[in-house]
């Protein structure tokens, strides 16, 4: 029997054909040689592949895979079940005569070393459907903080997926031999590693969100005006109570608080400069270079714009009046006497700009008065300037930005310098500045030799002419919209220099304290010494003296020195003709160009603010 045995054993493993009762991927290859059952396992999975089916669901997602997706190769499973029996010599012959004896085997599918394209693709399904972590989102809509709660994500444990679809084919594989036709389908679950969404930090979306309301600003080099900022606020502690109670992905809101700022972008477009904060004007007269240099450094100065907080320099804005930026000579004082020099002039527009200041409530940071009263402003209303020692500055005290314009604009036969200071008046307040002078200090007279003088004459020096001194005391009255009095402010004590008539006479003719009456000798004759007037006591030689050397001192003032019709003056001055041919009370005037001497302006009584 043993050797009958051995003897089956090594026939079964000369036979080359697959034992009784074999199949496999549900296709019977039993007695059938490899390559028949190849042919039959080609056929069985074009045939029925389609109809042995696993289905995969996880949450809420379902997938299929069929037999047909598998990519199973026909002749790794002809050899699979060819050696169904066959694992050991000894026994083989034993299987042979259990598989005749009507034991049926499924031999177990070859699936291949490779991950099937079907089955990566599945994994790729579903961390595109159910992968990702879904983070809670969240938004400002309208007065309400609206917010998503995130969704757990799943990602796909690989290393027991295949296992789990191989299980659950072979588990199809049986149903579909033990059915013989129809739809097979297998269900599985899916195994996935779930990872729940992170809770939002509260804290930082608060930071993030809430916010302190911004007024919109305007960029001072493009003038375009900035968006506005809208306060926000809320309970971070209501956000996350209400966070707790949602289920993933529920959406819910809670109430914010909504801040207006000041101004919107929309609101401050409408109120940029649109109001007159202050204005002011002089007459522009002199010489044609001291209107030019008036002009280009009111050129320069017009349209600057000076943003809430920030300091006007006249200095800085019309840098140095030298002949390089194009200014020209015209007439200065220096050292107390008259003299040309570049950017003669210049004064004007800072006094004319200052002139507008103080019909407005800016505040007035440096400002000095000229050594010698101007006239074309009010006694006490003018600011001078001398580029490197004195400067004329100002501070926009407002909310708002402010722009100056100045220029030159034709009234009738006057040509007037006109500053406007425009801003954002809310409140309605306004300005009006007064002066009034006093400690009056007439000029006295000295005498100059002059040898261009003929004998037996004199003549007043046209070029130093003289100037009355006084003090001149400024207020600036503040009033609100319905002209109610705010505020008196004091702007200061101005004092200007009084400046001597100066006589020139012959030298040839001798000391004036020996002539008679004030007069010099004619040429050959002598005077008594017995009959010397004081010099103190001389009359007005331009009354005594040929007609037509002899100029009225009354008369000499600067052309362009007039008078504002506002300014105060003082008793017993005259009268002076102007270049339109009215009279106006005389304060003799410097009406000359950037300063006198650089510090003749600022005395201890000048105004520095």
């Not at 969704?151 to 659950?168: F, H, I, M, N, P």
């Not at 900035?226 to 971070?236: A, K, Q, Y």
């Not at 008078?563 to 003056?569: I, K, S």
């Not at 300063?595 to 201890?604: C, L, Q, R």
């Given at each position: 029997?043993?050797?009958?045995?051995l003897g089956?054993?090594?026939?079964?493993?000369?036979?080359?054909?697959?034992f009784p009762?074999?199949?496999?991927?549900?296709?019977?290859?039993s007695?059938m040689?490899?390559?028949?059952?190849?042919?039959?396992?080609?056929?069985?999975?074009?045939?029925?592949?389609?109809?042995?089916?696993?289905?995969?669901?996880?949450?809420?997602?379902?997938?299929?895979?069929?037999?047909?997706?598998m990519?199973?190769?026909?002749?790794?499973?002809?050899?699979?079940a060819?050696?169904?029996?066959?694992?050991?010599?000894?026994?083989?012959?034993?299987?042979?005569?259990?598989?005749?004896?009507?034991?049926?085997?499924?031999?177990?599918?070859?699936?291949?070393?490779?991950?099937?394209?079907?089955?990566?693709?599945?994994v790729?399904?579903?961390?595109?459907?159910?992968?990702?972590?879904?983070?809670?989102?969240?938004?400002?809509?309208?007065?309400?903080?609206?917010m998503t709660?995130g969704?757990?994500?799943?990602?796909?444990?690989?290393?027991?997926?295949?296992?789990?679809?191989?299980?659950?084919f072979?588990e199809?594989?049986a149903?579909?031999?033990?059915?013989?036709?129809?739809?097979?389908?297998?269900?599985?679950?899916?195994?996935?590693?779930?990872?729940?969404?992170?809770?939002?930090?509260?804290?930082?979306?608060h930071?993030?969100l809430?916010?302190?309301?911004?007024?919109?600003?305007?960029?001072?080099?493009?003038?375009?005006v900035?968006?506005?900022?809208?306060?926000?606020?809320?309970?971070?502690q209501?956000?996350?109570?209400?966070?707790?109670?949602?289920?993933?992905?529920?959406?819910?809101?809670i109430?914010?608080?909504?801040?207006?700022?000041?101004?919107?972008?929309?609101?401050?477009?409408?109120?940029?400069?649109?109001?007159v904060?202050?204005?002011g004007?002089t007459?522009?007269?002199g010489?044609?270079?001291?209107?030019?240099?008036?002009?280009l450094?009111?050129?320069?100065?017009?349209?600057?714009?000076?943003?809430?907080?920030?300091?006007?320099?006249?200095?800085?804005q019309?840098?140095?009046?030298?002949?390089?930026m194009?200014y020209?000579?015209?007439t200065?004082?220096s050292?107390?006497?008259?003299?040309e020099?570049?950017?003669?002039g210049?004064?004007?527009?800072?006094?004319?700009?200052?002139?507008a200041?103080l019909?407005?409530?800016?505040?007035?940071?440096?400002?000095?008065?000229?050594?010698?009263?101007?006239?074309?402003?009010?006694?006490?209303m003018?600011?001078?300037?001398?580029?490197?020692?004195?400067?004329?500055?100002?501070?926009?005290?407002?909310?708002?930005?402010?722009?100056v314009?100045?220029a030159?604009?034709?009234?009738?036969?006057?040509?007037?310098l006109?500053?406007?200071?425009?801003?954002?008046?809310?409140?309605?307040?306004?300005a009006?500045?007064?002066?009034?002078?006093?400690?009056?200090?007439?000029?006295?007279?000295?005498?100059?030799?002059?040898?261009?003088?003929p004998?037996?004459?004199?003549?007043?020096?046209?070029?130093?002419n003289?100037?009355?001194?006084?003090?001149?005391?400024?207020?600036?009255?503040?009033?609100?919209?319905?002209?109610n009095?705010?505020?008196?402010?004091?702007?200061?004590?101005?004092?200007?220099?009084?400046?001597?008539?100066?006589?020139l006479?012959n030298?040839?003719?001798?000391d004036?304290?020996?002539?008679?009456?004030?007069?010099?000798?004619?040429?050959?004759?002598?005077?008594?010494?017995?009959?010397?007037?004081?010099?103190?006591?001389?009359?007005?030689?331009?009354?005594?003296?040929?007609?037509?050397?002899?100029?009225?001192?009354?008369?000499?003032?600067?052309?362009g020195?007039?008078?504002?019709?506002?300014?105060?003056?003082?008793p017993?001055?005259?009268?002076?003709?102007q270049?339109?041919?009215?009279?106006?009370?005389?304060?003799?005037?410097?009406?000359?160009?950037e300063?006198?001497?650089?510090?003749?302006?600022?005395?201890?009584q000048d105004?520095?603010?």
């Open positions: 029997m043993l050797a009958s045995y089956l054993c090594a026939w079964v493993g000369s036979v080359n054909t697959i009762n074999v199949s496999v991927l549900g296709v019977d290859v007695g040689t490899e390559g028949q059952a190849e042919t039959a396992l080609q056929e069985g999975l074009e045939k029925n592949g389609e109809n042995i089916q696993l289905a995969l669901a996880y949450q809420y997602q379902n997938y299929t895979l069929s037999l047909a997706d990519n199973l190769s026909s002749a790794d499973n002809a050899r699979a060819w050696q169904e029996g066959r694992g050991n010599f000894f026994l083989q012959g034993g299987s042979y005569l259990a598989h005749l004896a009507g034991i049926s085997r499924r031999a177990e599918p070859a699936w291949g070393t490779d991950e099937p394209q079907a089955v990566t693709d599945l790729r399904q579903v961390e595109e459907d159910v992968g990702n972590v879904t983070q809670a989102s969240y938004a400002i809509e309208g007065d309400r903080l609206t709660k969704r757990s994500g799943a990602s796909v444990a690989k290393d027991q997926l295949l296992t789990t679809v191989y299980e659950g072979e199809a594989i149903q579909w031999e033990s059915q013989g036709e129809g739809l097979i389908i297998s269900q599985e679950e899916l195994p996935v590693e779930e990872t729940p969404p992170q809770e939002p930090d509260f804290n930082a979306i930071q993030e809430a916010a302190e309301p911004k007024s919109a600003v305007m960029d001072p080099e493009t003038f375009a900035s968006d506005h900022v809208v306060g926000v606020e809320f309970d971070v209501e956000l996350k109570s209400a966070y707790d109670q949602a289920g993933e992905g529920e959406t819910f809101s109430p914010v608080t909504l801040t207006q700022p000041k101004d919107t972008k929309e609101s401050l477009e409408g109120k940029l400069f649109r109001d904060l202050g204005e004007s007459v522009l007269t010489t044609a270079n001291r209107k030019f240099n008036v002009k450094a009111a050129e320069a100065c017009n349209g600057a714009v000076i943003m809430p907080g920030e300091i006007f320099s006249f200095n800085g019309t840098g140095s009046r030298s002949a390089s194009g020209k000579s015209a200065v004082y050292g107390g006497k008259t003299v020099e570049v950017g003669g210049v004064c004007q527009t800072s006094s004319t700009i200052y002139y200041l019909h407005s409530a800016l505040e007035v940071v440096e400002r000095y008065n000229h050594g010698y009263n101007t006239g074309y402003v009010p006694v006490g003018d600011a001078t300037v001398y580029y490197g020692v004195t400067d004329f500055r100002f501070k926009n005290n407002t909310d708002y930005p402010i722009k314009t100045i030159p604009e034709w009234q009738g036969n006057k040509e007037l006109i500053c406007r200071i425009y801003g954002t008046n809310e409140e309605g307040v306004y009006v500045p007064e002066s009034y002078a006093f400690d009056w200090q007439a000029p006295t007279t000295v005498y100059q030799p002059d040898e261009t003088i004998r037996g004459t004199t003549k007043v020096d046209a070029v130093q003289p100037y009355t001194g006084l003090k001149a005391q400024a207020y600036r009255s503040i009033f609100d919209k319905d002209g009095l705010v505020e008196k402010q004091d702007m200061g004590v101005s004092v200007y220099k009084m400046r001597p008539k100066t006589i006479y030298p040839a003719d001798g004036p304290a020996t002539w008679v009456n004030g007069v010099p000798p004619q040429p050959g004759t002598t005077t008594d010494p017995g009959t010397t007037t004081d010099p103190g006591t001389t009359t007005d030689p331009g009354t005594t003296t040929d007609p037509g050397t002899t100029t009225e001192p009354g008369t000499n003032t600067d052309p020195s007039t008078t504002d019709p506002g300014a105060t003056t003082g017993g001055t005259g009268t002076s003709e270049p339109d041919g009215s009279t106006d009370p005389v304060i003799p005037s410097n009406n000359e160009g300063n006198e001497d650089p510090m003749a302006g600022v005395p201890s105004i520095r603010a």
